[in-house]
């Protein structure tokens, strides 16, 4: 399985971007995904995860109500709308999978199998 995330770039607060992860050499619809992401000197963090019917979403406190996780199992993509992005959310962000089929989210990276190169997220003040 190889997941490729793109969409990242560099924004003013406030701001937008939409990060997607495409996935190939599985068919993802029978597996949970998360949203990570590593600030520069921090550990990897949970941000969002969703789970295998889609139906049930989870984020961390910091971005709720600001960030939308969706998939669209037929182009094999899982999405991360970011909105009103602040400085703090400055980081590298990664899209993983798990292996098990009809998973659920975990916030532990160490429940992920497969993992995207990530992308980075730039937030000025």
């Known amino acids: 399985v190889q997941l490729q995330a793109s969409g990242g770039g560099s924004v003013q607060a406030g701001g937008s971007l939409r990060l997607s992860c495409a996935a190939s050499g599985r068919t993802f619809r029978w597996y949970a995904m998360g949203w990570f992401r590593q600030a520069p000197g921090k550990e990897r963090e949970f941000v969002g995860g969703m789970s295998w019917t889609g139906s049930s979403t989870y984020y961390r406190d910091s971005v709720k109500g600001r960030f939308t996780i969706s998939r669209d199992n037929e182009k094999n993509t899982v999405y991360l709308q970011m909105n009103s992005l602040k400085p703090e959310d400055t980081a590298i962000y990664y899209c993983?999978?798990?292996?098990?089929?009809?998973?659920?989210?975990?916030?532990?990276?160490?429940?992920?199998?497969?993992w995207g190169q990530g992308t980075q997220v730039t937030v000025s003040s």
């Open positions: 993983a999978l798990r292996s098990e089929r009809f998973s659920t989210i975990e916030i532990a990276a160490g429940e992920y199998a497969y």
